[in-house]
């Protein structure tokens, strides 16, 4: 089908019946339409004037010894901080102790990333699970093996802190 400006073409993965789809006073009213109104699905095409989130390749992320983050000050600056990155199950995962980028990423957690020569906008998201802290952990350790001996030594583990970041729309 043909999309005009502001339209989006949705390509369906699936549709669930409602309620209302069974109610007669809903099907005698929309017959002979297929039942099934709650639907999910990708955006497959967007129309002028529809921003859409570039997908971020978080391997090609991986690939970079660090990537940029950029977050906002609660003065209103923009913060650009080099971290260090690891991707894992299609997400990017960052580390640190309660640095301000951190604090601003808790405050407003859309963020942008930046590698080679693209910017994208992310959503951040604090990692409380043990289990998946520790699969981060281990990729980190396996990226960065002397850089995470050389902190170690110090007493410091990379961070105590561990965020995930998935795109999200500008």
């Not at 921003?51 to 600056?77: C, F, K, M, S, Y």
């Not at 960065?144 to 961070?159: C, D, H, K, L």
């Amino acid at each position: 089908p043909l999309i005009g400006p502001g339209e989006i073409l949705v390509r369906i993965a699936a549709s669930g019946v409602c309620g209302s789809d069974v109610l007669e006073w809903y099907r005698i009213k929309k017959a002979p339409l297929v039942l099934g109104h709650e639907v999910a699905g990708t955006v497959a095409e967007g129309g002028a004037g529809v921003a859409r989130a570039e997908a971020v390749d978080w391997n090609a992320a991986h690939e970079h010894d660090v990537i940029e983050i950029l977050t906002t000050d609660p003065d209103g600056a923009l913060r650009e901080t080099k971290v260090w990155v690891a991707a894992l199950d299609g997400r990017g995962y960052v580390r640190t102790n309660d640095s301000r980028w951190f604090q601003n990423l808790v405050r407003e957690p859309n963020a942008a990333i930046r590698f080679g020569d693209a910017e994208y906008p992310v959503r951040a998201e604090v990692v409380g699970d043990t289990a998946l802290r520790a699969r981060v952990d281990a990729v980190f350790a396996e990226k960065y093996p002397f850089s995470m001996w050389v902190a170690g030594i110090f007493g410091r583990s990379g961070g105590v802190n561990c965020v995930a970041f998935s795109a999200r729309e500008p």
